[in-house]
């Protein structure tokens, strides 16, 4: 059975720092690309980074600069750390495991609120 558990989500300040984690189990971790998602109220899903399974790594522009996803194979983890956060990042946050065509995970998400 495939889990992504998501953890290090929470209340910050603007202009302050979180580290979410992503812990996968089920799946041959090395092999899969990863990505963050995020999902603000009342609009879609978005892609927020992803990284291969090569450790090639893709951003949206508006979190260019700030966030910085990485992966350590030997934890079957994924991180996004978000620096300079803003009151706009404040969503659900998703971790996703995805082979093109082939498979497709989904962890249940961990809320972040940028908030004074």
């Known amino acids: 059975q495939v889990q992504l558990v998501e953890s290090g989500g929470g209340l910050v300040q603007p202009g302050g720092s979180l580290r979410l984690s992503c812990a996968a189990s089920?799946?041959?971790?090395?092999?899969?690309?990863m990505a963050w998602y995020r999902q603000a109220p009342g609009k879609q899903r978005m892609l927020v980074a992803t990284i291969t399974s090569t450790g090639n790594t893709n951003y949206r522009d508006s979190v260019k600069g700030r966030f910085t996803i990485s992966r350590d194979n030997a934890k079957n983890t994924v991180y996004l750390q978000m620096n300079t956060l803003k009151p706009e990042d404040t969503a659900v946050y998703y971790c996703n495991a995805y082979q093109v065509g082939r498979a497709n995970y989904w962890g249940q998400g961990t809320q972040v609120t940028v908030s004074s």
């Open positions: 089920g799946i041959i971790f090395s092999i899969y690309s």
